[in-house]
């Protein structure tokens, strides 16, 4: 598989509570130009949805994300997950997403964490909680020292703030949930979703 990082400028993070919209929600984002999900397991239905994506919407490449364990890692791919998202990462929780087979985006929030995954022989990162943790001025900042590694922020970022790290050059993507506002979810307004997902694809 091409990078998670290239293959959309927005990988959509979905929190999913009615497995029932899993499907639909999927096809709008793949629809919009979104094909990269994000589903995050923080809810019950969260390994359900992925399972039903993945059988039901095979032009999307779905992932889970909030993977924190490796059990959580076990569950992700035993339910179809093609790629794992960490808040932060441990060697032992690296080490279970690297047995995994599939690729992984550890987070990272601070240079010595960037440092060490280069160390272990990961260059392609999660960087969380983007906004709070210092933004394009912060990974501005990284790519000098550490031209090697690239990034994939998340969180806070809107469809306003988006442009400013798709322009950073160890930037590959951004992680983002505008695009899901929850009226249109529990509307199931999918032609709304499709909309702002192809808002976002446009972004690069």
């Given at each position: 598989m091409t990078s998670v990082l290239d293959l959309a400028p927005v990988v959509p993070v979905v929190v999913v509570d009615d497995v029932a919209d899993a499907v639909p929600l999927a096809r709008a984002l793949v629809a919009g130009g979104l094909p990269a999900i994000e589903v995050t397991l923080r809810t019950p239905?969260?390994?359900?949805?992925?399972?039903?994506?993945?059988?039901e919407v095979p032009e999307a490449v779905v992932g889970a994300g909030t993977v924190i364990s490796a059990a959580t890692v076990t569950e992700?791919?035993?339910?179809?997950?093609?790629?794992?998202?960490?808040?932060?990462?441990?060697?032992?929780?690296?080490?279970?997403?690297?047995?995994?087979?599939?690729?992984?985006?550890p987070g990272v929030s601070t240079t010595s964490e960037v440092v060490a995954l280069l160390e272990r022989g990961v260059?392609?990162?999660?960087?969380?909680?983007?906004?709070?943790?210092?933004?394009?001025?912060?990974?501005?900042?990284?790519?000098?020292?550490?031209?090697?590694?690239?990034?994939?922020?998340?969180?806070?970022?809107?469809?306003?703030?988006?442009?400013?790290?798709?322009a950073l050059k160890n930037v590959g993507c951004v992680g983002g949930s505008w695009m899901l506002p929850p009226d249109a979810i529990t509307s199931k307004d999918w032609a709304r979703v499709e909309k702002l997902a192809r808002e976002a694809s446009a972004l690069r």
């Open positions: 239905a969260a390994p359900d949805a992925i399972r039903a994506i993945a059988a992700a791919v035993s339910a179809g997950a093609r790629f794992l998202v960490s808040p932060g990462w441990t060697d032992t929780l690296l080490a279970a997403m690297r047995a995994s087979g599939v690729p992984f985006l260059s392609e990162m999660k960087f969380f909680p983007a906004e709070a943790a210092g933004g394009t001025a912060y990974l501005k900042s990284l790519s000098g020292p550490l031209p090697q590694a690239r990034f994939c922020p998340t969180g806070g970022i809107s469809l306003a703030s988006a442009p400013s790290y798709l």
